[in-house]
């Protein structure tokens, strides 16, 4: 069985209380929940990991040299100028997915670009938790 790391960044966490009205008023914690439902299905191992340190985010992504096939990431604002999670992707050499959970292109000037983009598969935006769903999808058929 394939094994998957799902990041998220800073703010996550607050999924479900932080502008619902943006990212929903499901909390993290449910949105986990139905990655783990809809890995099962695809015959995948996920393993969950947030943080508001980037530090922490690039320490989980190098465990992934030795513990997991590939990754789905919601970088948060890191994904606007984090090039040391960047780096961190590409160094690894394994297919990571970039999701978010607003449609970052139609959201203010700063979040329109993604410095993290361009060492991912993909990246798919804008479909709320559905968003995670359809990376599952994505990384399932890279792997």
Known sequence: MKS?????????????QREPGIYG?????SINAAISVKAKELNLAVSFFQS????ALIDAIHRAVSEFDGGII?????????????????AVNKP???VHMSNIAS????RRFSVIAPVTAG?????GKVSYMLALDAIKGLL
Do not use: C, K, W
Not at 107 to 110: L, S, T
């Open 4 to 16: 998957i790391l799902v990041l998220n960044g800073p703010n996550i966490n607050l999924t479900g």
């Open 25 to 29: 008023a499901q909390t993290l914690e």
């Open 52 to 55: 508001n340190s980037e530090g």
């Open 74 to 90: 919601n970088p948060g604002a890191y994904t606007h100028y984090s090039y040391a999670l960047r780096d961190a992707i590409a």
């Open 96 to 98: 990571f997915v970039e």
């Open 107 to 110: 959201r203010e000037e700063f």
């Open 123 to 127: 990246t798919i935006a804008g479909f």
